[in-house]
């Protein structure tokens, strides 16, 4: 009699889902160009809340249109409408499309047509993740009361984040993406193999696209993140900037340790006021920009006790759980808002905390002449390399500024312009909480360089994952630097929480270029999208001196 009950319910279940009605729209813009909407109902005839959803990652095919209305009507929607547009000049809608440009006045637009809608109840969620994402920041600074809570995954809301890191363009990261998704339909030849290591940069767009890139060159020219350029609206992304920290709407933020985002996330997260924080949560999973999953081809160790989305809130999709709460539901009792609940990667556990690096304690450990890291610093010492602009160190994986996330390394010192250091073996087992810090004291023949570091764990089968990387050149924060000369440059690598088990070991590596995923430095001071030339520079790590600082629980 049971099992027949539960036969029942599946079946009366599967009724239910079946319920979904699908219908589309062309609703048109401002400007009279007309963006393709589909709209999904549990049923017809009933006012309900809508989820909101606009992306450019939309089939343009009719057959594709047709899976996706297919995969829709066996959806559960909960009780929600589903609005879903594609963006103008991507999938089945009229227009063209250049990145960010049109989403202000095109989401306005969109919400005043759900408003008119018979079966919009008053209640607005907002839904996306990465660009599906940015789309709804661009109108946040505009009040909506009737946008009740927000979904926002793997995105920041700054533009120079998204495009540059301390004056490098994030060529893998914004570049590429751009040369795939610019005028995505119109124009159709393009060079996708574009060579990013060209001097100078500006003007690349040209040959890529046969046609200038308005936008992608003028960012070309705003490498410091304190020109107001980059709170100017327009391809400054002004209206979007700090759209989530002004729209004192409830938040769900769900992040990736070696996401692209994640350091931005954090920046978003901290700029909340106290109210605002109370009544939002941040959730960061041990994936990359893909959040909800792990990537084949990985190492065994990286995922090898879970760390999914479906463990941690299993049921309802995130988004449905999120909104279920803020419409009056119970969150799950592993959600704390107000609070950040991550997974301690190679610890196979969810932790919450209201911040990260609690109950902390630094280690620092020196660059010594030897190629390890100390405890213990000795007297000053030198090693020296030289760094060829036009035959850059590559690297595997973006760790966490750009696409490509964890990857295995190359072998300790794989070239000689890449110093690699690395600490004993751990003898118990240390768990890292926090932001880990790197000081170098350097020095160079150039009057401009640049230096990179990226941190790794050392497997007890010998094999590295990279985790953390940053980049910056000496005169960004050493203006006054000459050739020869000594200076410092500080480095704070992104937030994370991962242990390094007994018998495992950390590795730093140091180098002046990480090429494709990075813009390269010339060696000349300036604006390096302008250099049109470049030379070779002799580029010195001075040890004893220079050090990672590292946040250990207690």
């Known amino acids: 009699m049971k099992s027949f009950l539960s036969f029942l319910c599946s079946l009366s279940s599967l009724f239910a889902v079946a319920k979904n009605v699908i219908d589309t729209h062309y609703v048109s813009m401002d400007d009279g160009v007309k963006l393709f909407t589909m709209v999904s109902v549990p049923e017809k005839?009933?006012?309900?809340?809508?989820?909101?959803?606009?992306?450019?990652?939309?089939?343009?095919?009719?057959?594709?249109?047709?899976?996706?209305?297919k995969r829709?009507?066996?959806?559960?929607?909960?009780?929600?409408?589903?609005?879903?547009?594609?963006?103008?000049?991507?999938?089945?809608?009229e227009g063209v499309f250049v990145p960010y440009?049109?989403?202000?006045?095109?989401?306005l637009k969109c919400l005043e047509w759900v408003r008119k809608q018979d079966f919009y109840n008053g209640e607005i969620y907002l839904s996306g993740s990465s660009y599906a994402a940015s789309v709804h920041g661009a109108y946040l600074n505009v009040p909506q009361p009737d946008i009740k809570g927000i979904f926002w995954a793997v995105q920041d809301t700054e533009r120079y984040n998204i495009i540059y890191r301390n004056g490098f363009m994030r060529l893998k990261l914004h570049a590429?993406?751009?040369?795939?998704?610019?005028?995505?339909?119109?124009?159709?030849?393009?060079?996708?193999?574009?060579?990013?290591?060209?001097?100078?940069?500006?003007?690349?767009?040209?040959?890529?696209?046969?046609?200038?890139?308005?936008?992608?060159?003028?960012?070309?020219?705003?490498p410091d993140r304190n020109d107001p350029f980059w709170k100017s609206p327009g391809n400054g992304g002004g209206e979007f900037s700090d759209s989530l920290?002004?729209?004192?709407?409830?938040?769900?933020?769900?992040?990736?340790?070696?996401?692209?985002y994640v350091s931005g996330m954090f920046d978003i997260w901290r700029k909340l006021t106290p109210e605002h924080r109370k009544k939002s949560v941040f959730i960061i999973t041990p994936f990359e920009h893909a959040y909800m999953r792990r990537r084949k081809g990985i190492h065994p160790s990286l995922y090898s006790k879970g760390g999914t989305p479906a463990e941690f809130l299993p049921g309802k999709a995130m988004h449905y759980q999120w909104f279920d709460h803020l419409r009056g539901g119970i969150l799950p009792e592993q959600i704390k808002k107000g609070e950040i609940s991550r997974y301690v990667l190679f610890?196979?556990?969810?932790?919450?905390?209201?911040?990260?690096?609690?109950?902390?304690?630094?280690?620092?450990?020196?660059?010594n002449s030897k190629r390890s890291l100390s405890t213990s610093p000795e007297s000053a010492g030198a090693i020296s390399y030289d760094y060829d602009p036009r035959k850059p160190a590559v690297f595997k994986g973006g760790c966490d500024g750009v696409f490509g996330g964890v990857e295995v390394q190359d072998a300790p010192n794989s070239r000689s312009d890449i110093i690699s250091f690395v600490t004993d073996k751990f003898e118990k087992d240390m768990v890292l909480n926090g932001e880990a810090k790197v000081r170098l004291h350097v020095s160079s023949s150039a009057p401009d360089t640049c230096f990179y570091v990226r941190l790794s764990i050392v497997k007890s089968d010998k094999a590295a994952l990279g985790l953390r990387n940053e980049i910056?050149?000496?005169?960004?924060?050493?203006?006054?630097?000459?050739?020869?000369g000594e200076a410092v440059i500080d480095f704070t690598f992104a937030p994370h929480h991962f242990k390094v088990a007994k018998g495992e070991a950390l590795r730093l590596d140091v180098s002046s270029s990480c090429f494709p995923y990075y813009q390269l430095h010339s060696n000349f001071k300036g604006n390096q999208a302008l250099q049109k030339d470049t030379q070779l520079a002799r580029n010195t790590i001075i040890t004893g001196k220079s050090f990672i600082s590292i946040p250990f629980e207690k």
């Open 45 to 69: 005839g009933k006012k309900m809340p809508v989820i909101v959803i606009r992306t450019p990652y939309a089939p343009t095919d009719d057959r594709g249109v047709a899976k996706l209305h």
């Open 72 to 93: 829709y009507r066996k959806t559960p929607q909960y009780g929600y409408a589903m609005v879903i547009q594609h963006c103008r000049g991507t999938g089945k809608s």
């Open 101 to 107: 440009v049109d989403e202000k006045a095109d989401g």
């Open 176 to 222: 590429g993406w751009y040369v795939n998704i610019y005028k995505k339909k119109s124009v159709k030849r393009r060079k996708k193999a574009a060579k990013f290591e060209t001097f100078p940069l500006a003007g690349i767009t040209q040959k890529i696209f046969g046609e200038k890139a308005v936008d992608f060159e003028e960012a070309l020219l705003h």
């Open 245 to 260: 920290v002004n729209s004192q709407i409830p938040v769900m933020f769900v992040g990736s340790w070696h996401d692209v």
């Open 347 to 367: 610890g196979g556990k969810w932790v919450t905390s209201p911040e990260m690096g609690i109950n902390t304690v630094q280690q620092k450990f020196y660059l």
């Open 472 to 484: 910056d050149s000496i005169c960004r924060t050493n203006p006054e630097f000459k050739a020869n």
